[in-house]
């Protein structure tokens, strides 16, 4: 290869890989800094990191938002893809990095946690991220989504001298690498099966009379059960709740945002593509064939719907019976993963929507509900009971301000953008018969109202039984608390605009390489 040919390709994997190229030498360049400012103070060093990480996060986006949207392309050996789909949810993950960033250089100030480390896992946990949901290829799938997993296993534990958040990253890592290992072996199991690891590949291959055989279908529920452990879709969900109340707070919000973001798009990449007919709606002869996928709705389908129903349910219901937060809103979140689920089992474009729609407003809510949840902590654990947050509303009237607007919006009332997403999702599941599924998902949506409404409840009619004293509020985390804020709001009341690109993203699907 001339050395021509060598800048062009190089300028190709810039254009449609810009995010990742930019993640990881930034992540590099990250671990350098920290090591020329070691002698700096550790707060200003701290500060420089935080910044700079904001910065890289905001670049990623940009270049994503601005070279990658309009590209329909593929590189590096038919392995990574420039779509909008995927840049959609890669936006989604770096707005998520970047908000944590944010918030983080309060909260590691707080709980004198300085290590210029956290951010460089950040950085490597949004890139792995996005590596995973422009991925083609299976393999890269499993190694893209190993590199995001090892970050936040490690951001997991990152209170070293806390035995919650050594147990909770320990359960993490041990449940996490069994769902991994679950979808590796789904993956050898389709490359054996079919010789590709290419995803529009392998849906030609098992698209001509092979699509029922049972090892096909063994490897499809394989990778249903390896991704369900990422989703935190029941009964794949017991790591959930140590886990989220064991991390740092802003690390919380992050693993409830970015890693479902990344697992949900991965999720409705490989389903759609590979074992639905979706490809055969782009009018391309070759994928001609794929209309033939349409037999396996029979068995996904009931195994979504069921995950659906039980993560709603048994989400909701063990949320109730919680005295913690952290531990609520962890049970919360697997609510909302039944939620999302519901869109995807309506399997058309209304629901892919509603999805993309959803997981973008989820973002904004629950990392907005975890910084204000860190601020009143003041340090990690501090006050993290539900009764610390008795009579907070009139010590501190604007955290339980925005308190209540978040909660409020994860229970999906108007005029919030939590009440839109919930809208799409179930709609999307009407307009396909799913009239059951969506009767309980509105029932459980009731459940969910009550015990964010507790908390809002006990702010405001009760009296405090002790006093808790909010730690110091940095002015990154004001920025980031007035984004988010301002974010559900507008989508609550105009959510059109932000539907419609979502929309345009799912319709990229059918025109994966």
Known sequence: MNQMNLAFDLYHLWEVCGGQMILIVAGLFLILVDMMLLHKDVEVRGKWLGWLTVFIFAATIGHMACREWELHDIVFMNIFSADKFSIFVAIIMACSGMLVALMSIGYLRNNRLMNGEYYILLVFAVAGAIGLVQSVDLLMMFLTLEVMSLAIYGLAAFLKDSPFSQEGALKYFLLGSFGSALF?????????????????????????????????????????????????????????????EGAPSVVTGFMATAVKAAAFGIFMKVLFVTFTPILATNGQPDFASTVNLSALNPYWKPVIWWGALLSMFFGNLLAVSQTNIKRMLAYSSIAHAGYMAVGIIAANGEGRTGVLFYLFAYTLMNIGAFGVVYIIDGVERKAQELDDYRGIGYRYPTLAFLLSLFLVAMAGLPPTAGFIAKFYVFSAAIKEGYFLLAALGVLTSVIGAYYYLRVIYMMYMKEEIREVVRGAVAAPTVVALVITALGVLYLGMLPEKLASIANLAQQSLAMIF
Not at 217 to 238: E, Q, R, S, Y
């Open 184 to 244: 590796l072996f789904g993956v050898a199991l389709i490359y054996g099966f079919t010789g590709t690891l290419n995803i529009t590949e392998v849906a030609q291959a098992i698209s001509n009379g092979t699509y029922q055989s049972l090892p096909l279908l063994t490897a499809f529920a394989l990778i249903i059960a390896g991704l369900f452990f990422k989703m935190a879709i029941v009964p794949f969900h017991m790591w959930t709740p140590d886990v989220y």
